[in-house]
């Protein structure tokens, strides 16, 4: 167990995002005294929609809120890919309706984020979460940590003592650039992306995910809202992307850049597919926010001491496969699961990062070379024109190949959640 100093909390982390605010709550659950600093001056529910794979949701219903996913989250039934033209390249289904234990679900990321810091704030004592607070400085002895925050709003700095720190602070996290000084700014894949969500009627099933195009051009689109589906609508989340020429600059890696859709919205005029209206989804968004599409290199180390780095902060990666919020709240299990069974900080951390480093590592390199929307390119360049059969272009054995090892990669392979739901896989 991580001891603190005194009456300061066992861990002081930095960030109340999802990872963090998952961390707080595994790490509570543990017995462990928290605090939580975030950046924001206050929780409000920002962003777009996000997946969360089976895998996380198992942790999400451990720490008591499945009924609020439920009630909130559509729980995915499918995965469909199509090509640029809207023909089905490959379809699966998910979650529950794949044979898995727990759902997969699409949320709004401000549901979720609300979700768990109501969780958070009934749970931990008061004052534990503290919004408008942004770490600006850290240093460690043998004895703990100290974390220096800037209170937002002109209120000066605040000092707080720990056993130990858990970076949480995201892609431009302060801990990861003290420690990795010469890193720089995030790599850029040479794509952007705009983010959205438009109210329209229900798409093939009404729990859909529909990934369209190909490498250069990409749809995607699903639904987020339980509420909007009772009452027969839809609140479909979508992401438009587009390769950019090498000489164009990235735009800053900002969740609030709000753009005009006709920046983007020719290349995608003719995607119509009679089902899916690519066009009319645009067109339908009353906010459109741009973004590149960045990640940055695995490092040999996370941890320094009593200070590690969890979620964005540690593995920033690609949003392909529908991994990246599921890892960080896997991140905050494997910490509470090595508190539990270690008794020092440094044990604690060597255990969590020896479990999560190499699979996050993997999961950040399986996203560059396409991961599971590898079948879209391959479709592009065996078929351009389209095709009858997707059998006569790409082997349902092949399909089959690439879905299934990017599952075992990311860790959410239907035998091994089940058997982890069932207890019969040790943390």
Not at 274 to 288: C, Q, R, Y
Request: glycine share 10%.
């Amino acid at each position: 167990m991580i001891a603190g100093t005194g009456n300061a909390p066992d861990v002081v982390i930095a960030g109340g995002g999802i990872g963090g605010l998952v961390t707080a709550l595994c790490l509570h659950r543990a017995g462990v005294n928290v605090r939580v600093f975030e950046a924001a001056r206050e929780f409000r529910p920002l962003g777009v929609g996000i997946n969360l794979q089976p895998h996380a949701v198992r942790v999400l219903h451990a720490l008591g809120l499945e009924e609020d996913l439920r009630r909130t989250a559509i729980r995915t039934s499918e995965l469909v890919y199509v090509n640029k033209f809207g023909q089905r390249i490959w379809q699966e289904p998910r979650g529950l309706d794949a044979g898995y234990a727990v759902p997969q679900y699409s949320i709004h990321r401000g549901e979720l984020q609300m979700i768990l810091h109501r969780a958070a704030t009934r749970s931990l004592p008061p004052d534990a979460i503290r919004a408008g607070h942004e770490l600006v400085g850290f240093g460690q002895d043998a004895s703990g940590v100290h974390a220096v925050f800037v209170e937002r709003g002109g209120g000066g700095d605040v000092t707080i003592a720990a056993g130990a720190l858990v970076a949480a602070d995201g892609i431009h996290s302060v801990v990861r650039r003290t420690f990795h000084p010469g890193e720089g700014e995030p790599r850029f894949s040479g794509r952007i992306l705009w983010r959205a969500t438009t109210r329209t009627a229900p798409v093939l099933s009404g729990r859909s995910m529909v990934w369209a195009g190909h490498d250069r051009q990409k749809f995607v689109a699903y639904p987020i809202s339980e509420s909007a589906r009772v009452e027969g609508r839809a609140l479909m989340n979508w992401i438009a992307e587009l390769r950019v020429p090498e000489e164009q600059p990235p735009p800053r890696s900002d969740w609030n850049r709000r753009v005009d859709k006709a920046v983007f919205r020719e290349a995608f005029a003719s995607w119509d597919f009679g089902w899916l209206s690519v066009p009319g989804l645009i067109d339908g968004a009353e906010a459109v926010y741009e973004f590149p599409m960045v990640d940055r290199d695995p490092l040999p180390r996370w941890t320094h001491g009593r200070i590690t780095l969890l979620g964005d902060a540690a593995h920033p990666m690609y949003p392909v496969g529908s991994n990246g919020a599921s890892q960080a709240i896997l991140d905050a299990e494997a910490l509470a699961d090595a508190c539990s069974r270690q008794s020092r900080v440094e044990e604690v951390f060597a255990a969590y990062e020896a479990q999560r480093r190499p699979a996050t590592s993997a999961v950040v390199l399986a996203n560059r070379a396409g991961g599971p929307d590898r079948v879209l390119q391959l479709a592009e360049e065996r078929a351009p024109n389209g095709f009858e059969r997707i059998e006569d272009v790409i082997p349902r054995l092949e399909l089959e190949a690439i879905a299934n090892r990017y599952k075992q990669t990311a860790g959410f392979d239907r035998e091994t959640v089940n058997r982890r739901v069932r207890g019969d896989v040790p943390p």
